[in-house]
């Protein structure tokens, strides 16, 4: 069964230093995996996602993440952190194979804080 | 802007009543999800949908209902509103397909509070 986990569920940074959020995922299959921002009475915004084709995802806002099969994590980085980041972010993996259903599994979440 | 959208956005009612939270996306999605998501907490899955006259239950018990009669439309309804029902509904929804590369849009939610 897949599975996500969220190491930090605070990370708190300076503007302008690097951000780190980790995600480590258990995945029977060939796995495909999300980011997900959501701002204060926000809905769930995309990020960046993987789906094989580099392991090295860029995003939106600055943001990328790097897939590492070998250590089965797919964290998110930042090179510098700006006010308007602080933010929950969610890792998401895809359950499942091309045909199948494919539910999205979430994480519990990472709040980001960015200090001035 | 993804265009999925849900009313209302905020909902204050009394225990017992019964509510319908709206879930509307013009994109032309069969798949569409209903997620629970307590304050600074993970979302659970508590319903989903193929497409039209399909839904299932999702991995987190819910006493709500569901029912999906029209593609673009998917509300959920509470029978009896109890307290242990407060908590941020969020609709979702995602292309057909066995596809698991694409990803869900999510509306901004409602913030059910019963008293």
């Known amino acids: 069964a897949q599975s996500v986990t969220q190491l930090d569920s605070h990370v708190s940074v300076s503007e302008g230093t690097p951000v780190l959020l980790r995600c480590n995922y258990s995945?029977?299959?060939?796995?495909?995996l999300f980011w997900y921002v959501q701002h204060p009475n926000k809905g769930l915004q995309l990020l960046l996602k993987?789906?094989?084709?580099?392991?090295l995802v860029k995003g939106i806002n600055g943001f990328e993440a790097e897939f590492k099969k070998s250590e089965t994590s797919f964290h998110l980085t930042k090179p510098s952190a700006h006010m308007s980041d602080a933010a929950e972010y969610f890792c998401?993996?895809?359950?499942?194979?091309?045909?199948?259903?494919?539910?999205?599994?979430f994480g519990a979440g990472t709040r980001l804080a960015v200090h001035p | 802007e993804a265009d999925i959208y849900q009313t209302p956005r905020y909902l204050v009612i009394g225990t017992g009543k019964k509510i319908t939270l709206e879930c509307s996306q013009t994109?032309?999605?069969?798949?569409m999800y209903w997620y629970q998501q307590d304050p600074g907490m993970e979302l659970h899955l508590i319903h989903y949908?193929?497409?039209?006259?399909?839904?299932e239950k999702g991995d987190l018990s819910s006493e709500s209902t569901v029912s999906r009669i029209r593609t673009e439309h998917f509300p959920l309804t509470l029978e009896s509103a109890r307290p242990s029902h407060t908590s941020q509904y969020l609709c979702?929804?995602?292309?057909?397909?066995?596809?698991?590369?694409?990803?869900?849009?999510f509306g901004q939610g409602t913030r059910l509070t019963v008293v």
């Open positions: 979702a929804s995602r292309t057909a397909g066995g596809d698991p590369n694409t990803e869900a849009f």
């Open positions: 995945s029977s299959y060939s796995p495909s």
């Open positions: 993987y789906t094989s084709a580099a392991t």
């Open positions: 998401v993996v895809s359950d499942g194979v091309s045909g199948g259903y494919n539910k999205l599994i």
């Open positions: 994109m032309g999605h069969d798949k």
């Open positions: 949908s193929y497409g039209v006259n399909s839904t």
